[in-house]
């Protein structure tokens, strides 16, 4: 197989981690530093380089045009990756918004340092390859030729598969419908960010407000937007008008909350990774489990800290807080369950287990997906609770990682008791108001007798939910019980 | 009152009225008045917003914990031993699935000198609230928690204006049986399982009895129990009454359990 040269490039690339001179190009295999400078973003290189070892590729090859494999994830189908290095363009079956992803630029570097051999093309490179020169010779616009320079800037933000990186429109038709999605979804934040306007206007004092139609049109505005998560929030929200002398001042917070990620969601592109990751999930960007599964798992003893259900419209929702005994860290598992189905029960409040998580991205990143379990549940009865400073300074933290969160695990030594006409927590240090009517006060009251107890409870912005009181014989589960009329049997 | 605080409240009334009417507070210096001059928008109720978005993230990230409260003076010390924990589980499964045998489980905790698990107490007395006797039977497993707990939570108290006779506070309630099974009450265990797991087997006994074979069995000598169940499994499957004899079998296992789980040490 014969090779073309490539073009000779010579100039200087910039980039967030580092500017780079090159002058040549072997044989038309790129440079390590050339990969660097597609890079798109700051951290997009220390996200592929654990990607570029022979050991997570399979079926990899090249030629004279493409260089293409399969990226192995945990338990996930590999995805598909093809990049065409003479008109720099890629393709890969991820869900990443962030393109070139880290699945490309990994096959890239794995190329450029030699590591691909060169092979006849599989059947889904070549009809990639040929797709996108059939393009090309049909159309006006020609791609862009050549590895990155200093003149072609590296692409933020949402992309579809394919995206060139010089900031050309894909050249092949987005057979997800990805483009369409995104134009939906910025619509109805335009219009979500609108009618919040509008109520700014008009004041929370508009008896239309009081109407739960009102809400519930919006809402159903927003999930045919796409952004079902912002419909939740609406929803969610709509109950909290009337609710208490004080709903004035909830609505309006959670109105703020509403422009927060309206706002945000419509600069996904200009925002940090991680940030933008969390945002379009709080959004209602769905992110396939089997993307979630390929990342790299968080392996550790897994403690049953505590277990929420919440009814969300239709749907029960319970909430696992997990956290790890070697790494410290929280994650939350999710399972939802409509009319008469069973929610997820195998994870038992005080005990721990040893087993995989995979975690959703995102600023805190602290939703995730159960993976393989190594052993059996065991009792887990000792665990480090702080003080009401430290669960404090944490929440603060965590807020200010992601604003808009609204459930929060906090694990604290307290005790229960009266203050100024509510319930609160307390310890030597101060005191944090537990949230009126939570359900597990009296159970709470009765575990510790008064004293001070290790209490699981998750924060919110009207005050602490508890969970768990964790006893020096076994933890007790007082958190929100999903009605069980509505569930089937569930734990 | 800080800053914040006092600007947050001034902006909930401008919500409340809605900028047609008034228009937004001047943001204090500092980083919300740094915000509307970086972005200043064309609209009162765009500045709202903003503002409004910026200082909940800044009141929500710069929570503080509050001052701190007086810790309540615990209950009186109680001596017994603590239902085990696997007790917790069986009261929640005679609650949904037998309720007949709550009195027994309960007036078995206070015979047995054990005391009623904490996070049972607030349930088993919200549940008796409006039964004088169950209460006080709930009240006697509880111990000094119970009255403690009422102090704190009156929604737990007894509503009922029921006389509350001791004597009914210390039997099991009576369960109406019919007499020709009344005997069985006090009978052999073998002639027990022979008449009711005989009786459904040859029809003698139908759906019809399931009511009264309930109350048998939950007031049926604890020795009987362990045989009527086995006798109860044999019950031809292809009789119609097989469903309650399964039942029946089910109902004595959880009695014999309950029974043989808050023996004494």
Not at chain 1, 35 to 57: C, D, E, K
């Amino acid at each position: 197989m014969g090779r073309t040269s490539f073009p000779q490039v010579s100039g200087t690339v910039s980039h967030p981690l580092a500017t780079v001179t090159f002058v040549d190009v072997v044989e038309g295999r790129w440079q390590v530093e050339q990969v660097f400078a597609l890079a798109p973003r700051p951290n997009s290189i220390a996200a592929a380089q654990p990607l570029a070892v022979p050991t997570r590729w399979v079926a990899t090859g090249c030629d004279h045009q493409g260089v293409w494999g399969r990226c192995v994830g945990s338990g996930a189908e590999p995805y598909d990756v093809v990049v065409d290095h003479t008109r720099v363009r890629m393709h890969c079956a991820c869900a990443s918004r962030v393109r070139p992803c880290k699945h490309s630029l990994a096959l890239l570097l794995l190329w450029a340092r030699g590591q691909v051999a060169q092979v006849a093309s599989p059947s889904y490179a070549r009809t990639r390859l040929e797709g996108w020169a059939a393009v090309d010779e049909s159309s006006a616009v020609p791609a862009s030729s050549g590895p990155p320079s200093a003149a072609a800037p590296a692409p933020t933000g949402a992309g579809s598969a394919g995206t060139a990186p010089s900031g050309t429109p894909p050249t092949l038709p987005d057979p997800s419908g990805r483009d369409e999605r995104v134009a939906r979804m910025m619509a109805g934040l335009v219009e979500l960010d609108r009618w919040l306007d509008d109520r700014m206007r008009t004041g929370l004092a508009d008896p239309a407000l009081a109407q739960y139609r009102t809400w519930d049109q919006l809402a159903a505005r927003l999930v045919d937007a796409q952004v079902g998560a912002l419909s939740n929030r609406v929803r969610r929200l709509a109950g909290l008008v009337g609710a208490g002398p004080d709903w004035h001042q909830h609505v309006l917070a959670e109105l703020g909350m509403l422009h927060l990620l309206a706002d945000a969601g419509r600069h996904l592109g200009t925002l940090p990774p991680g940030l933008a990751d969390a945002v379009g999930l709080a959004i209602g960007w769905q992110i396939r489990q089997a993307d979630v599964l390929a990342g790299v798992p968080s392996t550790d003893e897994w403690v049953v800290m505590g277990r929420s259900d919440v009814r969300e419209d239709r749907i029960e929702v319970r909430r696992t807080w997990l956290r790890g005994r070697r790494s410290g860290q929280w994650a939350m598992v999710l399972s939802f369950a409509a009319y008469r189905q069973t929610l997820d029960a195998s994870f038992t409040v005080g005990t721990a287990v040893h087993a995989d998580l995979f975690r959703y991205p995102g600023a805190l990143a602290l939703r995730a997906l159960a993976g393989p379990r190594h052993s059996a549940p065991e009792p887990a009865l000792d665990v480090e609770a702080g003080s009401v400073a430290q669960a404090v300074a944490e929440v603060g933290r965590c807020v200010a990682l992601e604003p808009w969160v609204d459930r929060l695990p906090v694990c604290l030594r307290a005790a229960p008791t009266r203050a100024a006409g509510r319930w609160v927590l307390t310890d030597t240090e101060g005191s944090l108001p537990i949230a009126p009517g939570a359900p597990g006060i009296a159970a709470l009251l009765a575990c510790s007798e008064g004293r001070p107890v290790p209490v699981t409870a998750e924060w919110t912005p009207y005050g602490l939910v508890p969970l768990t009181v964790h006893l020096t014989d076994r933890a007790v589960d007082i958190g929100p019980v999903a009605d069980s009329s509505f569930v089937g049997a569930s734990a | 009152m800080s800053p914040v605080q006092e600007y947050w409240d001034q902006m909930v009334t401008v919500a409340l009225l809605g900028t047609d009417r008034r228009e937004p507070p001047a943001a204090p210096p500092g980083g919300l008045a740094d915000l509307a001059a970086d972005q200043p928008l064309p609209t009162a109720s765009q500045r709202l917003l903003q503002q409004v978005a910026a200082t909940a993230v800044v009141r929500r990230a710069g929570v503080q914990p509050g001052p701190v409260a007086e810790v309540v003076a615990p209950p009186d010390a109680d001596p017994r031993p603590l239902t085990p924990p696997s007790a917790t589980a069986t009261w929640h499964r005679v609650v949904s699935d037998w309720p007949v045998l709550e009195d027994e489980w309960v007036l078995t905790v206070v015979r047995n000198g054990h005391r009623l698990a904490p996070e049972l107490v607030p349930p088993l007395l919200a549940r008796h609230r409006a039964d004088g006797v169950r209460h006080a039977r709930v009240r006697a497993a509880a111990g000094p928690l119970a009255d403690w707990m009422i102090s704190w939570s009156p929604r737990l108290a007894c509503t009922s204006k029921q006389r509350v006779v001791p004597e009914l506070v210390a039997e099991v309630p009576e369960l109406p049986i019919t007499p020709d099974l009344v005997g069985l009450l006090s009978a052999p265990p073998a002639r027990v399982a022979e008449v009711v797991a005989g009786g459904l087997s040859s029809g003698a006994l139908a759906v019809s009895h399931r009511p009264v074979l309930v109350n048998l069995v939950a007031r049926v000598q604890p020795a009987a129990l362990e045989p009527l169940a086995v006798a109860l499994d044999r019950v031809d499957p292809s009789r119609s009454t097989i469903g309650i004899a399964l039942a029946l079998a089910d109902l004595a296992r959880l009695r014999h359990h309950l029974l043989t789980e808050l023996e004494p040490a």
